[in-house]
């Protein structure tokens, strides 16, 4: 089975910190994924990576950075953290060819920005 | 532009009874991929199914069952007998067969289901 590990299940940082969400997969996936999730609004793209070292821009990227130094590893990085980035991040990994198989996700972070 | 609705925010029901979770979508693709996944209290999105545009079959598996007509744009999920494990967030999600893969998620539908 596919591994997605995410560093921290809580996390509570406060306003103006720089701050990292680490992910790691052990598939060897191309592909890895941030997510962001608030209630009402489910699932949106923060930024995605399809191979070391590249990345492109998801639907929410304002406010985040990433990087891809390692194929599995893909870490999230809130420049400085502001009070609306307080959600659950997810990650995903996804190996597939034709989009015909599932992403792969981790346990979640829930971000408390105070 | 890809989107994908699921209307119903909550449903809550007793245990035993069936419960079906429905999926909307639009896309300009005439091929596609559809998922559900699960959020448990826990946190994690686990994968149920996949369905490609190509085939429109229902599929069952034990108490679950998915129902995909082109026609309606529809890919609605059915619990039967449901108990109180399936309590969760479902999501419904749809991807291209091209490009960059990205999902595009529904809202979530969150059951409830009570004993």
């Known amino acids: 089975d596919v591994k997605v590990t995410q560093s921290s299940r809580y996390l509570v940082k406060r306003t103006g910190e720089k701050v990292f969400l680490e992910c790691v997969q052990d598939?060897?996936?191309?592909?890895m994924f941030w997510y962001r999730q608030d209630p009402g609004l489910g699932l949106r793209l923060i930024y995605f990576?399809?191979?070391?070292?590249?990345?492109e821009k998801g639907d929410i990227p304002e406010g985040y950075s990433v990087s891809r130094e390692k194929k599995e590893r893909f870490s999230l990085i809130l420049e400085s953290a502001s009070t609306n980035q307080t959600s659950m991040y997810l990650c995903?990994?996804?190996?597939?060819?034709?989009?015909?198989?599932?992403?792969?996700f981790g346990d979640g972070t829930r971000l408390s920005i105070l | 532009a890809q989107k994908v609705t699921q209307a119903q925010t909550e449903i809550s029901v007793v245990e035993k009874e069936d419960v079906t979770l429905d999926c909307v979508y639009e896309?300009?693709?005439?091929?596609?991929?559809l998922f559900w996944y699960k959020q448990p209290p826990s946190g994690e999105l686990v994968f149920l199914i996949r369905?490609?545009?190509?085939?429109?079959q229902n599929e069952i598996s034990g108490r679950y069952s998915w129902n995909f007509q082109k026609s309606t744009s529809s890919f609605n999920f059915t619990i039967t007998a449901s108990q109180v494990v399936d309590s969760a967030v479902y999501f419904c999600?749809?991807?291209?067969?091209?490009?960059?893969?990205?999902?595009?998620f529904g809202t979530g539908t969150r059951l409830k289901v009570l004993a």
């Open positions: 598939m060897d996936h191309e592909n």
């Open positions: 369905r490609n545009s190509f085939d429109e």
């Open positions: 999600a749809l991807s291209r067969t091209s490009g960059t893969y990205k999902y595009i």
């Open positions: 995903a990994s996804w190996g597939g060819q034709g989009g015909n198989q599932p992403q792969h």
């Open positions: 896309t300009r693709d005439t091929t596609y991929y």
């Open positions: 990576s399809y191979d070391v070292k590249m990345k």
